[in-house]
């Protein structure tokens, strides 16, 4: 496996689906991978990828985005309001915007940077209480709340239980950024992107299988 065969699956799934060529992004989730790694998958082309730590990110892009333009950066992991300001000024998308609090420490810094990141709601699909996302029946007001603050909310993200169908939360997810006139839904990871497409998936998440199996820390 590897970055052209994903590229493949994802147009194969997108035909199937009848979706317009192109219109799911792939981010090559490069957290915890080799610098030579991600620099081989940039040398390919390839431009849109996400992190999870901001920390991590912020020792790794900078070097690259001297080296390569147009590179795309997206936080998939949790954001502490402490790392707000450094998460802003480092990744062109955030896609864990997950209470309250959160939304307005980036309202304000918006303001005092004068730009913001693309952002995405995290909705805890499967109410875990282990993982982040703001619960399904909060998700209404906390996009209402965010749009208040004038903050660019795209879309919506979930990660779904592990030992449950995924299809059932990539549909509920959709199902609420219908309502709220929402378009990007980012959800779908390896073992589930071809279903999160069918579903509606605007940004699928693959790590291992373009980089190959992650350095433990």
């Given at each position: 496996m590897g970055l052209q065969d994903i590229k493949d699956r994802i147009?194969?799934?997108e035909r199937e689906a009848g979706r317009v060529p192109g219109s799911v992004k792939l981010?090559?989730?490069?957290k915890v991978q080799p610098d030579a790694r991600v620099d081989a998958v940039l040398?390919?082309?390839?431009?849109l990828f996400g992190e999870n730590r901001v920390q991590e990110a912020a020792g790794k892009w900078p070097g690259f985005r001297?080296?390569?333009?147009?590179?795309?950066l997206h936080l998939i992991g949790p954001l502490q309001t402490n790392k707000a300001r450094q998460a802003m000024e480092l990744f062109d998308a955030i896609h864990t915007v997950d209470r309250p609090k959160l939304a307005k420490t980036l309202a304000r810094l918006a303001q005092e940077i004068g730009q913001c990141p693309r952002l995405f709601v995290?909705?805890?699909?499967?109410?875990?209480?282990?993982?982040?996302?703001?619960?399904p029946q909060d998700t209404d007001a906390?996009?209402?709340?965010?749009?208040?603050?004038?903050?660019?909310?795209?879309?919506?993200?979930c990660i779904p239980?592990?030992?449950?169908?995924?299809?059932?939360?990539?549909?509920?997810?959709?199902?609420?950024?219908?309502?709220?006139?929402l378009e990007?839904?980012?959800m779908g990871m390896s073992g589930d992107f071809e279903r999160a497409i069918a579903l509606g998936a605007t940004h699928i998440r693959v790590g291992s299988a373009i980089f190959g199996e992650r350095v433990t820390e």
């Open positions: 147009a194969a799934a981010i090559a989730v490069s040398k390919d082309g390839h431009r001297d080296t390569y333009d147009g590179i795309d995290q909705v805890n699909t499967g109410e875990e209480e282990q993982k982040a996302g703001v619960a906390l996009v209402a709340q965010c749009r208040a603050l004038d903050l660019p909310v795209q879309g919506l993200m239980p592990e030992d449950e169908e995924p299809a059932l939360h990539f549909a509920l997810l959709a199902k609420i950024a219908a309502r709220n006139g990007g839904l980012s």
